[in-house]
């Protein structure tokens, strides 16, 4: 039928772009799993993936019950993030004199060590779910605020003189010609730091929580079981992937004129 050589032709496509990844982790993981097997070296000190893999399963319910809190911290706080990120970088591009102002703060604020950052977070706002939202908002935001400053800036000038002949005051010249250029730099943003807000949701919790898989990790790692660390470690990377796939995908969607034109990204 017709529609079938599109589709073939798209499969195709995502295998060529994802088979040497998968080559690479695939043999990573045979290798990690041989030395394991092989080597005599106890599963206490380093367990083989067909053992975190198995003691994964055994163990789906209590992993389930500690990944709900922490996605749920993830994307409440990333949430924010990227309406901080959007709404500041809006007041920046309207009033010059704040990103003088501002910008260097937000980098102070990004100097400062998260392990001393995190207890008194905690110890201002408890352990219930804010403190969370604010830790991985405060690790998130500051690649997005910085890539929609630099999109702005990047638009042409001939656009701006063109929307600017045709009366349009200067919020419409910022609809229309100077957020859509910054459009591929947020994306770019996003996927910078969708990586490092499950790790930041991770992070919190350690400071203090009552479930989430932060927790669990520190309970694995005092009872000495590496394998179910890793099962847990692993949880967190699937996770990631799956928000770094979804912005992905949000971005195909917002923007198919890449996608027609062959630049978007890979």
Known sequence: MPFIRPVA??????????????LSVGGLFLLWEAYAQLSGIPPTTLPAPSRVLMQGALQHRALWDNT???????????????????????????????????LPVFVIS??????????????????GLAPKIMLVALVTFFPM?????????????????????????????????????ALPFFFAGLRISITYAVVGAIFSEYAGAAKGLGIYILNAKNNFRP????????????????????????????MPWLRLSGSESP
């Open 227 to 254: 394998d179910l660390v890793l099962a847990a470690v692993t949880v967190s990377a699937t996770l990631t992937l799956l928000l770094f796939g979804a912005t992905v995908l949000i971005q195909r969607l917002s």
């Open 110 to 127: 990004q100097t400062l060590p998260m392990i001393a950052i995190a207890p008194l977070v905690v110890l201002w706002f408890g352990f």
């Open 145 to 181: 605020l910085i890539a929609l400053v630099q999109g702005y800036a990047a638009t042409a000038d001939e656009i701006e003189q063109l929307v600017a002949s045709m009366g349009a005051p200067r919020w419409r010249i910022f609809l229309i010609a100077r957020l859509p250029s």
């Open 9 to 22: 032709g798209r499969a195709a496509t995502a295998f060529s772009r994802l088979w040497p990844a998968l």
């Open 68 to 102: 709900l809190p922490t996605l749920t911290a993830t994307l409440l706080g990333f949430a924010c993030s990227v309406s901080a990120a959007f709404a500041l970088s809006v007041l920046i591009d309207f009033f010059r004199p704040l990103r003088r102002a501002l």
